[in-house]
C-alpha cells in the first residue's frame, strides 16, 4: 500500500476495503500492506482503544510493572505496549498474525521475544523462554480485551459477551471491569457518523 496522504477520507476507504476480506488469509494480507501507514491511519480515527486498554490495566495492577510479563496477543505495531510503557510497564511478548505488523513492533524495540501466530488456528507461544519464566496467565494475572460496539459489531459483541459470561461461570476467572466507552474511534460506515463506541475488559484470573 503505497504511501497516500492520511486524510479522513482516505483512512475511510481503507478500512472499508478491509471489511470485504473475509478469510484469514486475505485479512493477513490486508495487515501486510496496511502496516507502514497503520499508525498514522488510526491516529487519524483517532482510534483511542490503545490508550484505553493501558490504563484500565494500569488502574488496577499493583505489582511489580517492571517485572510483569505482558502478553500482547494481536500486538500490531506495539500501541498498547508503548502506552503501558510510559505506565512503567517494561517486559512485553507480542503475537500477530501480520509479519510486516510485527516487524515494526519489533523495531520499536519494547519486545523481548515475538512471534507470528494466527488466532484460532495456532496455540499461543507458551514456550517463550519469558513467558515459561514468569508463567503464562497466573493466578491473579490480568486479561485485558477491547472491541467496538457499534452497529455492525454487535453480533460479534454478544458472542463475546456470552463467553466471557461462561468462562467466569465456570470459575476460571473474575470480572473486574467493564467500561463502555462512548466515543471509541470516528465512524467510518457509511450509516454512522461522528464517533462509534466500544467497550474495555478486564479480567482476573482466578
Given at each position: 500500500?503505497?504511501?497516500?496522504?492520511?486524510?479522513?477520507?482516505?483512512?475511510?476507504?481503507?478500512?472499508?476495503?478491509?471489511?470485504?476480506?473475509?478469510?484469514?488469509t486475505d485479512k493477513?494480507?490486508?495487515?501486510?500492506?496496511?502496516?507502514?501507514?497503520?499508525?498514522?491511519?488510526?491516529?487519524?480515527?483517532?482510534?483511542?482503544?490503545?490508550?484505553?486498554?493501558?490504563?484500565?490495566?494500569?488502574?488496577?495492577?499493583?505489582?511489580?510493572?517492571?517485572?510483569?510479563?505482558?502478553?500482547?496477543?494481536?500486538?500490531?505495531?506495539?500501541?498498547?505496549?508503548?502506552?503501558?510503557?510510559?505506565?512503567?510497564?517494561?517486559?512485553?511478548?507480542?503475537?500477530?498474525?501480520?509479519?510486516?505488523?510485527?516487524?515494526?513492533?519489533?523495531?520499536?524495540?519494547?519486545?523481548?521475544?515475538?512471534?507470528?501466530?494466527?488466532?484460532?488456528?495456532?496455540?499461543?507461544?507458551?514456550?517463550?523462554?519469558?513467558?515459561?519464566?514468569?508463567?503464562?496467565?497466573?493466578?491473579?494475572?490480568?486479561?485485558?480485551?477491547?472491541?467496538?460496539?457499534?452497529?455492525?459489531?454487535?453480533?460479534?459483541?454478544?458472542?463475546?459477551?456470552?463467553?466471557?459470561?461462561?468462562?467466569?461461570?465456570?470459575?476460571?476467572?473474575?470480572?473486574?471491569?467493564?467500561?463502555?466507552?462512548?466515543?471509541?474511534?470516528?465512524?467510518?460506515s457509511e450509516h454512522?457518523?461522528g464517533y462509534i463506541?466500544?467497550?474495555?475488559?478486564?479480567?482476573?484470573?482466578?
Open positions: 500500500m503505497s504511501a497516500v496522504a492520511n486524510t479522513f477520507e482516505n483512512v475511510k476507504a481503507v478500512i472499508l476495503a478491509a471489511h470485504k476480506n473475509t478469510t484469514s493477513v494480507s490486508f495487515y501486510n500492506s496496511w502496516a507502514e501507514n497503520y499508525d498514522q491511519d488510526v491516529a487519524v480515527l483517532d482510534y483511542r482503544a490503545p490508550t484505553l486498554a493501558a490504563n484500565c490495566i494500569s488502574s488496577h495492577f499493583s505489582g511489580d510493572r517492571e517485572g510483569a510479563v505482558v502478553l500482547d496477543v494481536a500486538c500490531g505495531t506495539g500501541l498498547v505496549a508503548t502506552q503501558l510503557k510510559k505506565l512503567g510497564f517494561g517486559k512485553f511478548v507480542g503475537v500477530d498474525g501480520s509479519k510486516a505488523m510485527l516487524e515494526l513492533a519489533r523495531q520499536s524495540g519494547l519486545y523481548q521475544d515475538s512471534k507470528q501466530i494466527m488466532l484460532g488456528e495456532e496455540p499461543l507461544p507458551i514456550h517463550s523462554h519469558h513467558l515459561l519464566h514468569y508463567h503464562l496467565f497466573p493466578p491473579g494475572g490480568y486479561i485485558c480485551m477491547t472491541t467496538r460496539s457499534n452497529q455492525d459489531n454487535l453480533e460479534y459483541k454478544g458472542f463475546l459477551d456470552s463467553e466471557l459470561r461462561q468462562m467466569e461461570n465456570e470459575g476460571l476467572w473474575t470480572c473486574v471491569e467493564v467500561t463502555e466507552v462512548e466515543n471509541w474511534e470516528r465512524a467510518v454512522e457518523d463506541s466500544g467497550a474495555v475488559y478486564l479480567y482476573k484470573k482466578l
